[in-house]
């Protein structure tokens, strides 16, 4: 059984999760709701402080799994492992590339290079299935925009000066993300601009949390590869920042994040009925609302593509753990240059 597929995600209010022998018992109000094997598990994420029982956070430490405390928004809180594990040279040799300037920025020209193709296939395949022709037209010219981001991108001399390119690309295709929803679906999921921090409409609500799930697992697969998450080369370097997971997942946000949220919209499997509004005029997901995009999520994570180094069909959660194999062997040396994951229309 993959591990990389089975991650325990508890969003319940007041839940106790403790050890029962070699099983996982979730407990919510005092009864017992939920039991199942630990074995397969490969990581445990819990959702607006579900409590976790000392002899089980023990447990996990033991074998190397781990467990993550997430906000009811997705936010980050804390993580729980055991000793840290993977090569040290190697992390040794990440720091040093880390202040190789010429180094740091060719990586982050291909990892750019990866969001900003596959971002423009996602828009192209809009774009084919639009239904109105107004859509299609602004799908079109968002491509065409993303494509000159791409030649800006490979002519650009300075790391400063490809996130110039990122950040125009971004721009383009976040406000053509609206012409990828259906139309009637947009009374509940117009979407303007991208806002976060807290978001404050629907559609953002839900990209900042499939975000979250996302960057989880960047996080645990450049760990299990043992590279340092903290330490990037495309984004900046602030205390407590995964930076190198932020990098990692930047070319799977449109191929997973960014379609999945799209598809949940357009086949009504997330309505306004899974979000809830607070007097600050942050928008949530509640609690119906994050199970039924975390079952989406695991779901994708299980779907398989085409990877096109590799010339086979992976599942995406293994694509997930490839992508930080080759950075882990661009790292040592072992590969001239990093390549990003690029989807197919």
């Known amino acids: 059984m993959n591990q990389a597929l089975n991650t325990l995600y508890v969003t319940t209010p007041g839940a106790y ?11 919510i109000e005092d009864k017992k709701r939920l039991q199942l094997p630990l074995h397969p598990l490969g990581a445990i994420v819990c959702f607006g402080g579900a409590a976790v029982s000392p002899a089980l956070m023990a447990k996990c430490a033991e074998d190397g799994r781990t ?23 190697l992390r040794v040799s990440q720091h040093q590339l880390a202040q190789n300037a010429a180094g740091a920025a060719e990586i982050a020209r291909a990892l750019l290079a990866g969001k900003l193709r596959n971002s423009r296939t996602l828009i192209m395949r809009a774009a084919r299935d639009a239904r ?15 494509r000159g981001s791409l030649r800006g991108l490979r002519a650009a001399d300075t790391l400063d000066a490809m996130r110039g390119h990122e950040g125009s690309a971004a721009l383009s295709y976040f406000q053509a993300l609206n012409n990828c929803i259906r139309a009637d679906r947009r009374v509940d999921f117009a979407f303007v601009t991208r806002s976060r921090r807290p978001p404050m409409d629907r559609i953002n609500a839900l990209l900042s949390f499939v975000y979250a799930l996302l960057l989880n697992d960047c996080v645990s ?14 984004h900046v370097l ?20 960014d379609r999945l949220s799209v598809t949940l919209i357009n086949l009504g499997q997330i309505t306004a009925n899974d979000f809830e509004r607070r007097e600050s005029g ?18 994708r994570k299980g779907e398989t593509l085409a990877h096109p180094v590799l010339e086979e069909t992976l599942q995406i959660s293994v694509l997930i753990m490839i992508q930080a194999r080759f950075m882990s062997r661009v790292v040592r040396g072992d590969m001239p240059a990093y390549v990003p994951f690029l989807s197919r229309g």
Do not use: H, K
């Not at 109105?132 to 993303?146: G, K, M, P």
């Not at 697969?221 to 495309?234: C, K, M, N, S, W």
């Open 238 to 257: 602030r205390p407590g920042r995964p930076a190198l997971a932020l990098d990692l997942m930047e070319e799977f946000r449109a191929p997973l994040a």
């Open 17 to 27: 999760l403790r050890l029962e022998g070699e099983t996982i018992c979730v407990m």
């Open 282 to 299: 942050a928008v949530l997901l509640n609690e119906s609302g994050r199970r039924a995009v975390i079952a989406a999520y695991q779901t």
């Open 221 to 234: 697969a450049l760990e299990a590869v043992g590279l340092d998450p903290q330490l990037g080369f495309l």
């Open 132 to 146: 109105s022709d107004s859509d299609r037209a602004q799908l079109v010219n968002c491509a065409q925009q993303l």
């Open 67 to 89: 467990l993550v405390w997430m906000s009811r928004t997705g936010r980050f809180q804390a993580r729980v492992e055991g000793p840290v594990s993977g090569n040290v040279l």
